[in-house]
């Protein structure tokens, strides 16, 4: 990931079996001057991948996620989608019309964009991209918001561990 500060941090959620989805956001983000976030590549092979993704999510202004028939199902998309909505991330949805009611509950209320084709979802994802830089300044100071909570959820950890007292016991739980 790039550490450009100025650059718009977009974490893609995507399934694996739809990486030629996620190929061409990658393009539109990138012609946008957006930096798309991904696991591959930035969660090395032995990283522990949850951990990578949390961080992932936390260097990030906002979601875009892809819903097919194939990423509904899966567990890892779902999971990524219920962490950014529950760290107040901004989640776009770019939907096909086969799957409009197996969506996340919780996006269900949200406005999304949906589509039929392979041709309908470039030209949808090159709009929502172009409305995503309109509200920059919006995800940006979200996103500050959204940084420094996750500092304090560090913090916190931290607080209500015994690590910190040198106890063999380990950590509390915080539930």
């Not at 990658?26 to 957006?34: D, F, H, T, V, W």
Request: proline share 2%; glycine share 4%.
């Amino acid at each position: 990931m790039r550490n450009n500060d100025s650059e718009l941090n977009i974490f893609i959620s995507y399934c694996w079996k739809n990486k030629t989805y996620r190929e061409t956001l990658i393009r539109i983000l990138e012609c946008a001057n957006c930096n798309a976030v991904y696991d591959e590549g930035l969660i090395l092979p032995g990283d522990e991948l949850d951990e990578g993704i949390i961080k992932l999510l936390n260097q990030s202004d906002a979601v875009i996620v892809c819903l097919t028939k194939k990423s509904v199902k899966s567990k890892a998309v779902r999971e990524e989608l219920t962490r950014a909505h529950h760290q107040g991330l901004k989640i776009y949805s770019v939907v096909h019309r086969s799957v409009i009611s197996a969506m996340p509950t919780f996006l269900k209320g949200k406005v999304y964009l949906d589509y039929e084709t392979d041709d309908e979802l470039i030209s949808t994802l090159k709009r929502l991209v172009k409305n995503i830089r309109k509200d920059e300044k919006l995800l940006k100071a979200s996103s500050k918001v959204h940084h420094l909570i996750q500092k304090q959820h560090v913090n916190a950890d931290y607080l209500i561990s015994r690590e910190r007292f040198r106890k063999p016991e380990g950590k509390w739980s915080h539930k």
